[in-house]
Protein backbone atom coordinates (compact mmCIF):
# COMPACT_ATOMS: atom_id res chain seq x y z
CA UNK A 1 0.00 0.00 0.00
CA UNK A 2 1.46 3.55 -0.90
CA UNK A 3 1.32 6.38 1.50
CA UNK A 4 -1.25 8.08 -0.44
CA UNK A 5 -3.12 4.78 -0.12
CA UNK A 6 -2.93 5.04 3.49
CA UNK A 7 -4.18 8.44 3.89
CA UNK A 8 -6.83 7.52 1.92
CA UNK A 9 -7.58 4.76 3.67
CA UNK A 10 -7.44 6.68 7.36
CA UNK A 11 -9.68 9.73 5.79
CA UNK A 12 -12.18 6.90 4.56
CA UNK A 13 -12.14 5.16 8.05
CA UNK A 14 -12.44 8.17 9.98
CA UNK A 15 -15.16 9.26 7.78
CA UNK A 16 -17.17 6.25 7.95
CA UNK A 17 -16.71 5.56 11.80
CA UNK A 18 -17.46 8.94 12.99
CA UNK A 19 -20.44 9.61 10.55
CA UNK A 20 -21.97 6.29 12.35
CA UNK A 21 -21.10 7.65 16.17
CA UNK A 22 -23.34 10.81 14.84
CA UNK A 23 -26.40 8.79 13.81
CA UNK A 24 -26.25 7.33 17.06
CA UNK A 25 -26.64 11.25 18.56
CA UNK A 26 -29.07 14.14 18.24
CA UNK A 27 -26.31 15.04 15.58
CA UNK A 28 -27.71 13.19 13.18
CA UNK A 29 -27.63 15.70 10.59
CA UNK A 30 -24.23 16.24 10.42
CA UNK A 31 -23.25 12.70 9.52
CA UNK A 32 -23.02 12.95 6.17
CA UNK A 33 -20.96 16.16 6.22
CA UNK A 34 -18.35 14.42 8.51
CA UNK A 35 -18.22 11.52 6.07
CA UNK A 36 -17.90 13.89 3.45
CA UNK A 37 -15.13 16.05 5.14
CA UNK A 38 -12.81 13.32 6.55
CA UNK A 39 -12.94 11.33 2.80
CA UNK A 40 -12.00 15.04 1.76
CA UNK A 41 -9.05 15.45 3.97
CA UNK A 42 -7.33 11.54 3.28
CA UNK A 43 -7.98 12.76 -0.08
CA UNK A 44 -6.32 16.12 0.02
CA UNK A 45 -3.54 14.30 1.72
CA UNK A 46 -3.02 11.55 -0.65
CA UNK A 47 -2.66 14.00 -3.48
CA UNK A 48 -0.29 16.42 -1.47
CA UNK A 49 1.99 13.81 -1.52
CA UNK A 50 1.50 11.78 -5.10
CA UNK A 51 4.44 13.65 -6.82
CA UNK A 52 3.02 14.43 -10.39
CA UNK A 53 5.79 13.65 -13.13
CA UNK A 54 7.46 15.74 -15.88
CA UNK A 55 7.74 18.75 -13.55
CA UNK A 56 9.56 20.46 -16.71
CA UNK A 57 8.66 24.06 -17.89
CA UNK A 58 4.58 24.16 -17.73
CA UNK A 59 2.96 24.59 -21.30
CA UNK A 60 0.20 24.84 -22.84
CA UNK A 61 -1.27 22.33 -25.64
CA UNK A 62 -2.23 23.28 -29.26
CA UNK A 63 -5.55 20.67 -28.94
CA UNK A 64 -8.11 21.64 -26.52
CA UNK A 65 -8.62 18.84 -23.79
CA UNK A 66 -11.99 18.00 -23.39
CA UNK A 67 -13.51 16.69 -19.87
CA UNK A 68 -15.93 13.64 -21.40
CA UNK A 69 -12.26 12.44 -23.38
CA UNK A 70 -10.59 12.01 -19.18
CA UNK A 71 -13.62 11.34 -17.30
CA UNK A 72 -14.81 7.88 -16.48
CA UNK A 73 -17.89 6.95 -18.57
CA UNK A 74 -18.49 3.91 -16.33
CA UNK A 75 -17.89 5.57 -12.94
CA UNK A 76 -20.66 8.90 -14.00
CA UNK A 77 -23.22 5.76 -14.45
CA UNK A 78 -22.67 4.35 -11.30
CA UNK A 79 -23.01 7.90 -9.09
CA UNK A 80 -25.92 8.87 -11.30
CA UNK A 81 -27.92 5.17 -10.40
CA UNK A 82 -26.96 5.75 -6.55
CA UNK A 83 -27.64 9.22 -6.76
CA UNK A 84 -31.27 8.50 -8.13
CA UNK A 85 -31.25 5.57 -5.94
CA UNK A 86 -30.79 8.24 -2.67
CA UNK A 87 -33.27 10.45 -4.03
CA UNK A 88 -36.13 7.57 -4.27
CA UNK A 89 -35.21 6.78 -0.74
CA UNK A 90 -35.78 10.52 0.39
CA UNK A 91 -38.92 10.18 -1.65
CA UNK A 92 -40.57 7.61 0.92
CA UNK A 93 -41.56 8.41 4.57
CA UNK A 94 -37.79 7.82 6.98
CA UNK A 95 -38.06 5.50 9.60
CA UNK A 96 -37.45 6.76 13.31
CA UNK A 97 -34.06 8.40 14.08
CA UNK A 98 -31.26 5.56 14.33
CA UNK A 99 -30.25 7.05 17.50
CA UNK A 100 -31.20 7.27 21.52
CA UNK A 101 -32.56 10.87 21.94
CA UNK A 102 -36.39 9.55 22.42
CA UNK A 103 -34.83 7.07 24.74
CA UNK A 104 -33.17 10.01 26.96
CA UNK A 105 -35.97 12.84 26.26
CA UNK A 106 -39.33 11.55 25.02
CA UNK A 107 -38.86 12.79 21.58
CA UNK A 108 -36.72 13.63 18.77
CA UNK A 109 -36.35 15.96 15.94
CA UNK A 110 -38.15 14.91 12.70
CA UNK A 111 -35.81 13.00 10.59
CA UNK A 112 -34.76 14.54 7.12
CA UNK A 113 -32.59 13.41 4.96
CA UNK A 114 -32.25 17.44 3.52
CA UNK A 115 -28.40 17.58 4.50
CA UNK A 116 -27.76 14.38 3.21
CA UNK A 117 -28.97 15.28 -0.17
CA UNK A 118 -27.02 18.47 0.08
CA UNK A 119 -23.89 17.06 0.78
CA UNK A 120 -23.80 15.07 -2.09
CA UNK A 121 -24.95 17.68 -4.20
CA UNK A 122 -21.86 19.36 -3.15
CA UNK A 123 -19.87 16.60 -3.34
CA UNK A 124 -20.71 15.80 -7.20
CA UNK A 125 -20.42 19.87 -7.71
CA UNK A 126 -16.63 19.49 -6.33
CA UNK A 127 -15.65 16.72 -7.90
CA UNK A 128 -16.80 18.22 -11.29
CA UNK A 129 -14.62 21.47 -10.62
CA UNK A 130 -11.85 19.66 -9.62
CA UNK A 131 -11.88 17.22 -12.89
CA UNK A 132 -12.08 20.17 -14.85
CA UNK A 133 -9.35 22.15 -13.22
CA UNK A 134 -7.09 19.12 -13.96
CA UNK A 135 -7.93 18.45 -17.63
CA UNK A 136 -7.26 22.18 -18.46
CA UNK A 137 -4.49 22.67 -15.84
CA UNK A 138 -1.02 23.35 -17.90
CA UNK A 139 0.87 20.87 -19.57
CA UNK A 140 4.05 20.27 -17.85
CA UNK A 141 7.19 19.52 -19.45
CA UNK A 142 7.48 20.44 -23.08
CA UNK A 143 8.90 17.16 -24.96
CA UNK A 144 6.62 13.96 -26.08
CA UNK A 145 7.76 11.84 -23.30
CA UNK A 146 6.95 14.27 -20.66
CA UNK A 147 3.65 15.06 -22.68
CA UNK A 148 2.90 11.21 -22.41
CA UNK A 149 4.15 10.81 -18.38
CA UNK A 150 1.96 13.89 -17.82
CA UNK A 151 -1.35 12.58 -19.73
CA UNK A 152 -0.73 9.33 -17.21
CA UNK A 153 -1.03 11.66 -14.47
CA UNK A 154 -3.85 13.27 -15.85
CA UNK A 155 -5.68 10.12 -16.51
CA UNK A 156 -5.17 8.99 -13.08
CA UNK A 157 -6.16 11.91 -10.91
CA UNK A 158 -9.57 12.18 -12.50
CA UNK A 159 -10.21 8.97 -12.12
CA UNK A 160 -9.04 8.91 -8.16
CA UNK A 161 -11.17 11.74 -7.89
CA UNK A 162 -14.25 10.46 -9.73
CA UNK A 163 -13.52 7.13 -7.55
CA UNK A 164 -13.45 9.03 -4.45
CA UNK A 165 -16.95 10.53 -5.55
CA UNK A 166 -18.61 7.20 -6.41
CA UNK A 167 -17.60 5.82 -3.15
CA UNK A 168 -18.85 8.47 -1.47
CA UNK A 169 -22.11 8.04 -2.84
CA UNK A 170 -21.99 3.99 -2.78
CA UNK A 171 -21.76 4.56 1.01
CA UNK A 172 -24.32 6.88 1.77
CA UNK A 173 -26.45 4.97 -0.62
CA UNK A 174 -25.68 1.00 1.45
CA UNK A 175 -26.42 3.20 4.72
CA UNK A 176 -30.07 4.39 3.63
CA UNK A 177 -31.14 1.01 2.54
CA UNK A 178 -29.75 -0.97 5.40
CA UNK A 179 -31.65 1.79 7.31
CA UNK A 180 -34.86 1.54 5.30
CA UNK A 181 -34.72 -2.15 5.73
CA UNK A 182 -34.54 -2.63 9.19
CA UNK A 183 -37.79 -0.85 9.32
CA UNK A 184 -39.47 -3.21 6.82
CA UNK A 185 -37.97 -6.38 8.23
CA UNK A 186 -39.99 -5.16 11.64
CA UNK A 187 -43.44 -6.85 10.52
CA UNK A 188 -45.47 -6.08 13.89
CA UNK A 189 -44.77 -2.36 13.61
CA UNK A 190 -46.57 -2.62 9.89
CA UNK A 191 -42.88 -3.47 7.82
CA UNK A 192 -42.65 -6.30 4.77
CA UNK A 193 -40.33 -8.78 5.36
CA UNK A 194 -39.97 -9.07 1.43
CA UNK A 195 -39.55 -5.11 1.20
CA UNK A 196 -37.03 -5.72 4.22
CA UNK A 197 -35.32 -8.15 2.28
CA UNK A 198 -34.85 -6.55 -1.12
CA UNK A 199 -33.88 -3.56 0.16
CA UNK A 200 -31.06 -5.25 2.30
CA UNK A 201 -29.93 -7.09 -0.97
CA UNK A 202 -29.65 -3.34 -2.31
CA UNK A 203 -27.85 -2.36 0.65
CA UNK A 204 -25.11 -5.45 0.14
CA UNK A 205 -24.94 -4.29 -3.89
CA UNK A 206 -24.09 -0.70 -2.36
CA UNK A 207 -21.70 -2.07 -0.22
CA UNK A 208 -19.54 -4.00 -2.84
CA UNK A 209 -19.58 -1.16 -4.58
CA UNK A 210 -18.56 1.09 -1.97
CA UNK A 211 -15.76 -1.46 -1.19
CA UNK A 212 -14.56 -2.15 -4.95
CA UNK A 213 -13.86 1.67 -5.39
CA UNK A 214 -12.40 2.25 -2.38
CA UNK A 215 -10.60 -1.04 -2.32
CA UNK A 216 -8.99 0.40 -5.52
CA UNK A 217 -8.30 3.72 -3.98
CA UNK A 218 -6.34 2.17 -0.82
CA UNK A 219 -4.37 -0.18 -2.88
CA UNK A 220 -3.54 1.22 -5.91
CA UNK A 221 -3.95 4.15 -6.38
CA UNK A 222 -1.46 4.63 -9.05
CA UNK A 223 -2.70 2.10 -11.27
CA UNK A 224 -6.31 2.22 -11.75
CA UNK A 225 -8.00 0.43 -14.69
CA UNK A 226 -8.13 2.81 -17.72
CA UNK A 227 -5.23 5.25 -16.61
CA UNK A 228 -3.01 4.51 -18.84
CA UNK A 229 -4.90 3.31 -21.70
CA UNK A 230 -6.79 6.24 -21.64
CA UNK A 231 -3.64 8.59 -22.25
CA UNK A 232 -2.61 6.69 -25.10
CA UNK A 233 -5.13 8.73 -27.32
CA UNK A 234 -3.91 12.45 -26.12
CA UNK A 235 -0.23 11.85 -26.29
CA UNK A 236 -0.01 12.80 -29.95
CA UNK A 237 -2.13 15.55 -29.72
CA UNK A 238 -0.52 17.13 -26.72
CA UNK A 239 3.26 16.71 -27.32
CA UNK A 240 3.41 19.24 -29.73
CA UNK A 241 3.60 22.40 -27.44
CA UNK A 242 2.36 25.95 -27.78
Given amino acids: MTTGGRYRMVGMAVGVGTAFALT ?33 RGTASLVPRRVRDYAP ?28 EVKY ?32 APQAGADEADAAADNTWRHAAIRRTVYTC ?3 FAIVFTT ?15 GSPAWGLALSLLAGLGLIIFGGYAGALVMAPHRLPGAVTGAASHIGADGVAG
Avoid at 105 to 114: D, E, I, M, R
Avoid at 176 to 190: I, P
Fill in 24 to 56: RTYLFDLAPIALVLATLLGALASEAVTPRPGRG
Fill in 73 to 100: RREIVVVALLGAGIMLFAGFPTPERPDH
Fill in 105 to 136: FGTAAPVSLTSTLITLGVTAALTIVIVWLIVR
Fill in 166 to 168: TAV
Fill in 176 to 190: LAFWYADRQWDWRAG
